[in-house]
């Protein structure tokens, strides 16, 4: 073991960085094919969220679009999206920036304050519409909802704004 205190010369510090150099410039110039996850991503399904929008607000390049209510239900999970959210919608190169805040309502009377965030993006191939949505709840019974990762997916329900949206395990 080399002591802490040994001086190392210039010529032997700049050849072991050159070494370091050329080690990491081998590992990083791997093609993505070769690299593997450690483990597959599994999820499970949370709920479905219906908004109901009002007309939006143009603001700019930011659109508010205020929510006026709606339902979501899922295992163990339903009630009612109460009135007086919104979404501000922000373009940004070529996509729609998302920022919702909403409050929910159990149907045995709990609150959850309801955030996401998300992307729109509109191309040849179709549309991508993906949320990530974070749980703060002072109920016990929903306490998990504040301890978890989701994602969510738009989906098509005449005249609402809909999302089907998994946890993460």
Known sequence: M??????????????????????????????????????????????????????????????????????????????????GGADWITQVDGHSSLDVRITLLTDDGAYIYMTYKGMLVRSDSGLYWRVTPVFNTASEKYVWLNHLVAVGKNKNVEGKIAYDIWRIL
Request: proline share 9%; charged share 15%; glycine share 10%.
């Open 2 to 83: 080399r002591n802490p205190n040994t001086r190392i010369s210039r010529r032997n510090f700049v050849r072991a960085g050159a070494a370091a150099l050329a080690t990491a410039s081998v590992v990083t110039s791997l093609p993505v094919s070769a690299q593997q996850p450690a483990s597959e991503l599994e999820s499970e399904y949370l709920m479905e969220l219906l908004l109901d929008g009002d007309p939006q607000i143009d603001t700019g390049h930011t659109r508010i679009a205020p929510l006026s209510g709606g339902s979501f239900s899922g295992p163990g999970l339903r009630g009612t999206v109460l009135p």
